[in-house]
């Protein structure tokens, strides 16, 4: 759990590291070998190590003159990221518009932690929120019924990985606040 918490934490201050003129220095990122502009959306569950290498004559030398601010390596746990479809379409998109969800019914959402097998499927790992089961019912046949994944790839093998599903429909409508009730003693 610490580890989950401690990698973004660390990739972000590495990010916003100030300069003395109150300027941002921004490292190279290196994700799996590859330059990257940014590296704030990638799951932390995804990241298998980092490693800060400082601004030096032997970083520079290596990684050319990007370097000056340092270097962020970063080693994901797999080679290529699982795919859904041609990844033309968010799963979350698609899930969504095969979960039938009048907009006279309530506004509701599921949040969903599943994971991408190696085979393709999923398979729903962790109830993160519900808040009316009939539409929690009808995203998990929805995600019964979808197509395959191309699985993630780790020395050219298939392997698991994890995602996290987000559905609030009827979409563009905002949640309820909750009801408070305040008991007021004399």
Request: charged residues 30%; contains cysteine.
């Amino acid at each position: 759990m610490k580890l989950r918490i401690l990698l973004p934490a660390l990739l972000i201050l590495a990010a916003h590291t100030p300069t003395a003129t109150g300027q941002t220095q921004k490292p190279l990122y290196i994700v799996n070998g590859i330059p990257c502009q940014e590296i704030q959306t990638i799951p932390p569950d995804d990241i298998e190590s980092v490693e800060e290498l400082p601004a030096d004559e032997q970083t520079i030398r290596i990684y050319g003159q990007e370097a000056s601010n340092g270097v962020i390596v970063v080693r994901l746990r797999y080679d290529t990221p699982a795919r859904f479809g041609d990844g033309s379409e968010l799963f979350a998109d698609y899930i969504a518009r095969q979960v039938r969800w009048d907009e006279n019914e309530p506004t509701a959402r599921v949040v969903l932690r599943y994971r991408i097998l190696p085979d393709g499927g999923t398979e729903v790992t962790e109830e993160l929120e519900s808040t009316d089961s009939r539409l929690r019912r009808r995203i998990l046949k929805a995600m019964a019924e979808a197509p395959r994944w191309t699985p993630a790839t780790r020395d050219g093998r298939p392997i698991g990985s994890e995602g996290v599903l987000r559905i609030q429909l009827p979409a563009g409508r905002e949640m309820p606040r909750p009801v408070e009730l305040v008991i007021r003693g004399r």
